[in-house]
C-alpha cells in the first residue's frame, strides 16, 4: 500500500490526519477541513487514518465515513500550555498507528506544531495546514504568540505549509514565514453530500433568509442586520423571515449572544442554539432563499466554510467583503456581494427584484463554482500535486538535518 520514493506518481500511499476534535459534531470550521482532507485522500485509494485530540465524551466513535479514527482524549485544563500538554500522547498514538507500515504522509491541522519534532521519523512527508492568520482574524494574543513560536520553532521538521487560501498564504509571508515552504491547499466540501434537497414549501409571500455560524458581533452584527430587514420590508410585499443557527457546544458564548438578539415587529426572527449534523446542514441550507454573511471584519476559516456548503447547496449567499477575501462569491452570478454591513440592504433588495428563475440560475451556478473548485475530486488532485511538490524537496531537507 506504501508508495516508495521513486515509485510510480498514482501508487496508494499510507496518511495520517492528526488534528483538534475532528469528531462529531462538525460545525466549526477547522474540524471539517481536517476531517477532509482524509475523505479526498481515501476517496483517492490512498490508506487515510485520522488522531483526534478529542474532547471528553466524544471518543466513542472508531471512525468517520469508513476512515480509522483513533482518540486522545483532551482533559480540561487552564494551564497556559493548554494542548502541549498532549504532545507525547499524541505521539504515542501516531508512533501506534505507523506500527503496521512506513506512513508516507502526516498533515496536522490545529495541533501545536511541536508534535512535528516528536513525529518526524514516522512520516516521509508532514504538512502543517493553515486556515486562518491569526492577527487578521483577531485572535487573543496568546494564540498570536503560539502561532509566531509554533512556525519558527518548529519548522525544521515540516516541510510544507498548506494554507487554505491565497489571503492566508500571503499573510504567512509577509509575517516570515519561508515562502519556498508556503503553498495553497483549499479546503474541500463533500459536494456528493451538500446539495440542494426538496424542501417544505414556504408560505406565499416569505421569503426565507438563512445564517449558519457563530454569531458574536464581529461576525453577525444582530442589531445592524435586524434593522436593516425591517428597512427592506418597509418597501416590500414580502414577509421577511431570519432563521439563525448557531453551534453552542463548543461555542457557549453563543448563548449569551443569543439571548441580545434584538426584538422585531415586522421581521419574523428565530435564533436556533443548535449543533447540526450535516444532514440537517443539509435542510437548513435547502430551506432557505437566501443566506446572508455580514461579516464586519475576517473572523472564520478562510474561505468561510458555510459560505461554502450554502453555495453548495443551490443557496444564493450574500456576502460583505470580509467574507468574500478569497473571491469564492462572483456578483450577480454565484451569488451578491457588498462592500460591507451598510450596503446589505441594497444587495438583499436586489435579491427581492430577481425573478424566480433568475434565483435558481444563480443557485445552480453557486454550486457548480463550488463543485469545480472545491469538491473532493478537486481537492483530490490539489493534494496529490502538494505532495509530488515537497517528495524532493523533503528528502534533501531531512538529509540536511
Not at 229 to 243: H, N
Not at 249 to 268: C, G, I, K, L, M
Request: charged share 25%; hydrophobic share 45%; with cysteine.
Amino acid at each position: 500500500m506504501n508508495g516508495e520514493v521513486g515509485g510510480p506518481e498514482n501508487a496508494p500511499q499510507s496518511v495520517l490526519v492528526v488534528g483538534r476534535t475532528l469528531h462529531e459534531p462538525f460545525n466549526e470550521g477547522t474540524r471539517v477541513v481536517g476531517r477532509n482532507i482524509a475523505l479526498s485522500a481515501a476517496r483517492s485509494g490512498h490508506h487515510a487514518q485520522i488522531i483526534s485530540l478529542s474532547e471528553a465524551g466524544y471518543a466513542d466513535a472508531t471512525d468517520v465515513a469508513g476512515v480509522p479514527l483513533h482518540h486522545v482524549v483532551r482533559r480540561p485544563t487552564r494551564s497556559p500550555l493548554g494542548d502541549y500538554r498532549a504532545i507525547p500522547a499524541l505521539a504515542a498514538a501516531v508512533r501506534g498507528a505507523a506500527a503496521a507500515g512506513p506512513v508516507n504522509r502526516i498533515h496536522l491541522i490545529g495541533v501545536p506544531l511541536m508534535l512535528a519534532g516528536a513525529v518526524r521519523r514516522h512520516g516521509r512527508t508532514i504538512v502543517n495546514h493553515v486556515v486562518l492568520h491569526a492577527a487578521e482574524t483577531g485572535l487573543p494574543a496568546t494564540d498570536r504568540l503560539r502561532e509566531m513560536l509554533g512556525w519558527r520553532l518548529a519548522d525544521r521538521w515540516i516541510d510544507g505549509h498548506a494554507a487554505t487560501s491565497e489571503t492566508v498564504r500571503a499573510a504567512l509571508e509577509r509575517d516570515g514565514w519561508n515562502g519556498a515552504k508556503l503553498s495553497v491547499l483549499e479546503p474541500a466540501i463533500d459536494t456528493d453530500r451538500f446539495f440542494r434537497h426538496s424542501a417544505e414549501a414556504n408560505a406565499p409571500g416569505t421569503l426565507r433568509i438563512l445564517y449558519v455560524g457563530n454569531i458574536a458581533p464581529e461576525r453577525f452584527p444582530a442589531a445592524d442586520v435586524v434593522r436593516m430587514l425591517e428597512d427592506v420590508a418597509t418597501r416590500s410585499s414580502l414577509r421577511l423571515q431570519l432563521d439563525v443557527f448557531a453551534p453552542i457546544t463548543f461555542r457557549p458564548d453563543n448563548a449569551q449572544w443569543a439571548a441580545q438578539f434584538p426584538r422585531s415587529e415586522t421581521v419574523q426572527v428565530s435564533v436556533h442554539l443548535e449543533d447540526l449534523t450535516e444532514q440537517r446542514k443539509v435542510e437548513v441550507y435547502s430551506g432557505a432563499d437566501v443566506a446572508l454573511y455580514p461579516f464586519t471584519r475576517p473572523v472564520a476559516v478562510e474561505p468561510p466554510l458555510t459560505v461554502l456548503e450554502t453555495m453548495a447547496c443551490g443557496t444564493v449567499p450574500i456576502v460583505t467583503a470580509p467574507a468574500n477575501r478569497s473571491t469564492i462569491v462572483e456578483d450577480g452570478r454565484t451569488g451578491l456581494t457588498c462592500p460591507d454591513r451598510e450596503a446589505l440592504g441594497t444587495a438583499l433588495e436586489r435579491f427581492v427584484g430577481l425573478s424566480a428563475a433568475e434565483r435558481a440560475d444563480m443557485g445552480r451556478a453557486a454550486r457548480d463554482a463550488v463543485v469545480r473548485r472545491f469538491g473532493f475530486g478537486s481537492i483530490a488532485s490539489n493534494i496529490e500535486l502538494l505532495w509530488r511538490s515537497l517528495d524532493p524537496a523533503g528528502g534533501r531537507m531531512r538529509r540536511r538535518r
